[in-house]
């Protein structure tokens, strides 16, 4: 029975619900690109939720990347790496969860 509610506890840590925001900086033109396409502008920005992924505590929005880099077509991937499984083993009892966000594109 303890370890049918430590799995249940575990999974609860590690599963939520992201909400990640695919936008463009308002009044600029950005066009998406393929996954084959090259980029050469890669960053990985680490977006941290409270209640297991209901509510972003950081900026969970592309735009603001894609300004400052000012780029002109860009892809993003949301992903929930090993690193942040990890991390929320050990965060997540305070309902505090990580997820990895890639922006890649070209200037």
Aim: proline content about 4%; aromatic content about 10%; hydrophobic content about 45%.
């Amino acid at each position: 029975m303890r370890r049918i509610f430590a799995a249940a506890l575990l999974v609860c840590f590690c599963a939520g619900c992201y909400t990640m925001k695919y936008a463009a900086p308002a009044g600029v033109s950005v066009t998406t690109i393929s996954e084959e396409q090259p980029a050469t502008f890669k960053k990985q920005v680490k977006v941290w939720y409270a209640l297991w992924g209901l509510v972003p505590i950081t900026d969970n929005t592309s735009s603001k990347v894609i300004a400052e880099n000012n780029l002109k077509n860009a892809r993003v991937k949301t992903e929930i790496k090993f690193v942040d499984g990890v991390i929320s083993i050990f965060t997540g009892i305070a309902s505090i969860v990580p997820a990895t966000m890639t922006i890649e594109g070209n200037q």
